[in-house]
């Protein structure tokens, strides 16, 4: 066994795979695991995930860590969690699962979103600080009422996807602020289930679990899963965030100065935000943090992260994922010419539109494989572009982008960051954000620290910052003039395709 000191686990529960890192006391990452998952598509739109994964995934990474990593099970002392945000999961009475989760990238509920629309109007956005768009948990829950009423009508509670393996650790069921207000069912201004959402809505109250901050004790690990596990029952487990609230803690995000780009499976651009009344008219989120009483908002790509993994497994399966990255350094600044939009699953911010779809745009008989990629690398970033111009629009003096997410292991993409953004970027070392964040709640909670911003004084590490680079930043500009008509110029087009498949 190695000679280690207390630690804790942080469980980033992604779209793409759980990563449980373990930190010390000193905010050092001394092991970390990663486990995948798959994605199902069954139509178009529909994005799905079994709970049972998440939990076979975290239970095989906490496993490794003490068997490949030697870790002494009794020097984890807390665990806590970043969660992809919004996924429905529906329990029974008995706390079974009742159906696949229906994720944040699902758009199938269009339909309720207007419904929502029409029923409560602007009350709506007032109540939650959202308007309702079809990744949000709540037209999920009418999407299973209107849709498969025998589930409906078994549901007795539901949460979100860092709840269920919560719950499944600790026997305990609740869900934390920062993800209640991803639900959109959440009243923001008294903390409580809103009771004219679930009245106007029809959604019993009861079925909503109940609420806790993160880094409030949930519970100690049960006999079952330390056994499952090789954990002992003294672990003790915290609530944890929303991934993107906790990807802020873990980049140390805690002032309106500096704002957050996160590449996962979806892109996100978040700034902290002071004032709980700020009102990006419901084009950007706005939620709970996971610090108590303060705020962020944010605009969501709903495809950054997951258009590159796409563009590899579809062209260029054979080839190591960071070579396939670097090989965009053969290209130009520009791509030689190509536009990629990221559309490809639809998009959320700052359009709100299920059936836009995505494109290349400029393919010249010259084009290489490089050039596809550097594009591709691009167009994410522009997308995120058109999301920080809403910053800058409202009068954000930002200073830095720190740079977080599975993207930020490349260095060319964060120079293209710097250079389409013109700030600079800075990464963190070790480590990729939202895990390290998770770590912070549960140290905190366990009380090695005053709170979560004297923990950030120790556990946030800034690795290199890439600085714009003034001929870049020109350049990019002027693509950027071209790729900001491509929404509106490929609307029309993509969704027709969109409506031949569905009649397909
Ligand atoms: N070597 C790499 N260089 C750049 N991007 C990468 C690399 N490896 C993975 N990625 C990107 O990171 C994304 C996954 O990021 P991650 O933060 O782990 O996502 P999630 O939390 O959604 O599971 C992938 O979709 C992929 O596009
Ligand atoms: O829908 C959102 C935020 O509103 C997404 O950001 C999800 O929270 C998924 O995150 P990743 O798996 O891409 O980190």
Redesign the pocket.
């Known amino acids: 066994m190695k000679n280690m000191s207390a630690v804790v686990l942080g469980v980033?529960l992604?779209?793409?795979?759980v990563?449980v890192l373990a930190v010390d006391k000193a905010g050092t990452v001394v092991a970390q695991q990663s486990v995948g998952y798959e994605l199902q598509q069954p139509q178009p739109g529909y994005s799905e995930q079994r709970p049972e994964d998440w939990v076979t995934s975290t239970t095989a990474a906490i496993q490794r860590l003490i068997s490949e990593d030697h870790l002494k099970p009794e020097d984890i002392q807390g665990i806590s969690y970043s969660g992809?945000m919004h996924g429905l999961v529906l329990l029974d009475a008995n706390h079974q699962v009742l159906r696949p989760a229906i994720l944040w990238n699902d758009t199938r509920t269009t339909p309720q979103c207007h419904e929502i629309e029409r029923v409560m109007g602007d009350q709506f956005v007032e109540i939650t600080g959202n308007r309702p768009l079809e990744g949000f948990t709540l037209p999920k829950l009418l999407w299973v009422k209107e849709n498969e009423p025998e589930i409906w009508a078994q549901t007795d509670c539901f949460v979100l996807p860092k709840d269920y393996v919560r719950y499944r650790m600790t026997g305990q069921l609740a869900m934390d602020y920062s993800d209640a207000t991803g639900t959109v069912l959440l009243d923001v201004k008294t903390g409580k289930w809103s009771k004219t959402i679930c009245e106007q809505l029809g959604v019993p109250e009861r079925i909503c679990p109940p609420l806790m901050k993160s880094v409030d004790f949930a519970g100690n690990v049960t006999p079952k899963y330390a056994q499952q596990t090789g954990l002992t029952i003294t672990t003790k487990v915290y609530g944890g965030a929303a991934?993107n609230a906790a990807g802020a803690v873990g980049a140390g995000i805690l002032s309106e100065d500096k704002v957050m780009a996160s590449?996962?499976?979806?892109g996100v651009v978040l700034k902290y935000e002071d004032n709980p009344n700020t009102n990006y008219h419901g084009v950007l989120q706005f939620e709970d943090h996971a610090f108590p009483d303060k705020y962020y908002s944010m605009g969501v790509t709903l495809a950054a992260?997951?258009s590159?993994?796409w563009f590899k497994k579809t062209f260029a399966p054979d080839v190591d994922?960071?070579e396939m990255?670097a090989s965009a350094a053969k290209s130009t600044v520009g791509a030689n010419g190509l536009i990629f939009t990221p559309y490809i699953v639809g998009e959320r911010a700052p359009y709100a539109d299920a059936d836009i779809r995505g494109s290349f745009i400029g393919i010249d008989g010259t084009h290489q494989r490089y050039d596809f990629v550097r594009a591709v690398l691009e167009g994410i970033i522009f997308s995120f572009k058109d999301l920080m111009q809403i910053y800058e629009e409202h009068g954000s003096q930002f200073k830095t982008v720190v740079a977080i997410?599975?993207?930020a292991?490349?260095p060319l993409?964060l120079q293209i960051q710097a250079d389409i953004f013109n700030h600079p970027v800075v990464s963190l070392q070790n480590e990729?954000g939202?895990g390290m964040g998770a770590a912070m709640i549960a140290a905190t909670g366990l009380g090695w620290f005053d709170s979560m911003e004297d923990c950030a004084q120790t556990f946030v590490h800034y690795g290199k910052v890439y600085e714009p680079i003034a001929e870049n930043v020109t350049a990019y500009q002027q693509i950027d003039q071209v790729y900001h008509q491509a929404y509106s110029q490929t609307k029309g087009m993509t969704a027709a395709l969109m409506a031949y498949r569905r009649a397909e």
Do not use: E, H, R
Not at 14 to 17: C, E, K, L, P
Not at 263 to 266: L, M, N, P, Q, V
């Open positions: 980033d992604g779209t793409s795979a990563k992809q991934d590449i996962g499976t979806s992260g997951y590159l993994s994922f960071t990255v997410g599975g993207g292991k490349s993409w990729q939202p």
